[in-house]
């Protein structure tokens, strides 16, 4: 029911699929060999932000008319959110593998109204094969011999997903690290080898040119660095937003990192630790847009995992309100200058729920690595009075002993 009333609503308002239409040009560009990141999408003037592979990937795009195609994508996209919700269940281990297949076509109904995920339909974007290619990697056994090929692909479409890589590094994963990198650096070698000139640019220019990408001002950036440039009224937050940004690295990689080394004091201590590695590179990137927030999926999945308390009730809420709102959307001056106070949080709404998501898994960690100190302690002051205790009863024994043989 809800899907057949997303598509009627899709129908009714009508969906441009623009990056779709980006990426079918870059596909074009490729099979006729022209300079892809000198492309411009005709009625948009949109150039091509990813890496050559990526480019590469969208030739068969070019197959098919713009109709048919669109047609094509909503149907893989819907395929790929189902995907995307099972593997997220599967990373939090809940619910039981009986309820699993309900559970997995319930939340696929219900997630496409998540803002995330329905400017995903909007635009045509490729933000859950991206999710779906992380997952299946992080759901995977560490001994697996493959773990980290996903990471890499990601990452040679789309960069950011590298922090996971890192992540893998620092939680002791070191053969799915550099699985990770050589799928990236395989990838990237036959992007150079297909298109030298493209790479070459990419790589050495276009690559460190986030002005390619978008206007970091926009309200459609709910990275951290799009909100201190709303909140200054500025089109570059300059030192302001680089010590944000650095402030929020440093917590939330320490968070996952924690968090994914904590598994015997924390449950799900893996899941939590992939999370905030992903909230992590949201929040950091210069330019992350509404629909790359698509990691709501995981989140919310964990966060019903473990609602058991009032408090954790409370927050699974009011991540459900803040994702299912669509509410930077009705900000005045969408172009991000001139928001006035009491819109600012409505219009950078998805950095304050990340960044209150890292606190509280820092501080769920620091009680729990303190309970188990606690707990260790107790046990060795247990174990040291039993000893004093017994050998108490051995002198005893021994000085009744000597009297008895004195006697």
Not at 42 to 67: E, I, N, Q, R
Not at 160 to 188: E, M
Not at 338 to 354: E, N, T
């Amino acid at each position: 029911m809800s899907l057949a009333a997303f598509v009627v609503q899709r129908h009714l308002h009508g969906a441009n699929m623009v990056d779709m239409l980006v990426y079918r040009a870059e596909g074009q560009a490729v099979v006729n060999g022209d300079d892809l990141y000198a492309m411009r999408l005709p009625g948009w003037d949109l150039p091509a932000t990813y890496p050559p592979f990526a480019a590469m990937l969208f030739v068969p795009s070019t197959w098919f008319d713009v109709s048919p195609l669109r047609v094509l994508v909503m149907l893989g996209n819907y395929a790929l959110l189902g995907l995307a919700v099972h593997l997220s269940l599967k990373l939090a281990g809940w619910p039981a593998r009986r309820y699993r297949p309900a559970a997995t076509i319930l939340a696929t109904g219900l997630g496409v109204w998540l803002e995330p995920v329905y400017t995903t339909f909007q635009y045509g974007q490729v933000n859950l094969a991206i999710l779906c290619l992380v997952l299946w990697d992080l759901t995977r056994s560490d001994r697996g011999r493959f773990k980290g090929v996903g990471i890499g692909l990601a990452t040679a479409i789309k960069i950011t997903p590298g922090l996971f890589t890192v992540y893998l590094f620092l939680t002791g994963r070191i053969r799915a690290a550099l699985v990770s990198i050589g799928t990236f650096l395989a990838a990237g070698l036959i992007g150079w080898v297909a298109l030298p000139d493209g790479s070459y640019g990419f790589w050495t220019k276009y690559l460190w040119d986030p002005s390619r990408v978008g206007v970091t001002v926009l309200v459609d950036n709910q990275s951290l660095r799009g909100a201190v440039c709303r909140l200054l009224d500025v089109n570059d937050p300059g030192t302001v937003g680089l010590i944000a940004s650095a402030l929020v690295a440093t917590l939330g990689l320490g968070v996952a990192v924690l968090a994914g080394r904590s598994a015997r004091v924390l449950r799900r201590a893996d899941a939590w630790g992939a999370v905030c590695t992903a909230l992590t590179a949201l929040l950091v990137s210069p330019i992350s847009w509404t629909h790359h927030w698509v990691w709501c999926i995981p989140l919310i999945a964990l966060l019903a995992a473990e609602a058991r308390s009032t408090g954790r009730r409370v927050l699974l809420g009011v991540t459900l309100v803040v994702f299912l709102s669509h509410v930077m959307w009705t900000v005045p001056h969408r172009w991000g200058r001139g928001v006035a106070w009491y819109w600012q949080l409505p219009g950078s709404i998805y950095p304050p729920l990340g960044i209150a998501v890292l606190v509280v898994i820092g501080l769920r960690l620091y009680r729990a690595r303190r309970q188990a100190v606690d707990a260790s302690a107790g046990a060795w002051a247990l174990l040291g009075a039993r000893l004093d205790h017994d050998a108490d009863r051995d002198r005893d024994a021994d000085r009744d002993h000597a009297l008895t043989n004195r006697a």
